[in-house]
Nanobody
Framework: QVQLVESGGGLVQPGGSLTLSCTASGTIFGAHAMKWYRQAPGKERELVAIINNNGRTYKADSVKGRFTISRDDGENTMYLQMTRLKPEDTAVYYC???????????????WGQGTQVTVSS
């Protein structure tokens, strides 16, 4: 099981910026996707962004134009660069890794421990 470690959360004012990191315990091979989720207290977990092994990305409409997902394979790390943060971005952010088989089924999935992002003045 791949271990994921998240970092970079904290308190930031509205309009500010923050970058989250998610580092895997080793190099990830084959078809896979790394994702950022977030969850606020009392709310459902929300998918924020995805980046796959080919570098293709997806972002939720709520963060398009403000957040950027990227990866550095040499460092086994995924990043979420967040700008123009809003109070509604406040949540615990979790990174996720899913490995896929040839039939596109998930054959392994890992989660980070979560990092708190608070956007408040």
């Amino acid at each position: 099981q791949v271990q994921l470690v998240e970092s970079g959360g904290g308190l930031v004012q509205p309009g500010g910026s923050l970058t989250l990191s998610c580092t895997a315990s080793g190099t990830i091979f084959g078809a896979h996707a790394m994702k950022w989720y977030r969850q606020a207290p009392g709310k459902e977990r929300e998918l924020v962004a995805i980046i796959n092994n080919n570098g293709r990305t997806y972002k939720a409409d709520s963060v398009k134009g403000r957040f950027t997902i990227s990866r550095d394979d040499g460092e086994n790390t995924m990043y979420l660069q967040m700008t123009r943060l809003k109070p509604e971005d406040t949540a615990v952010y979790y990174c996720n890794l899913a490995k896929y088989g040839s039939d596109f089924s998930v054959i392994e999935e890992s989660w980070g421990q979560g990092t708190q992002v608070t956007v408040s003045s």
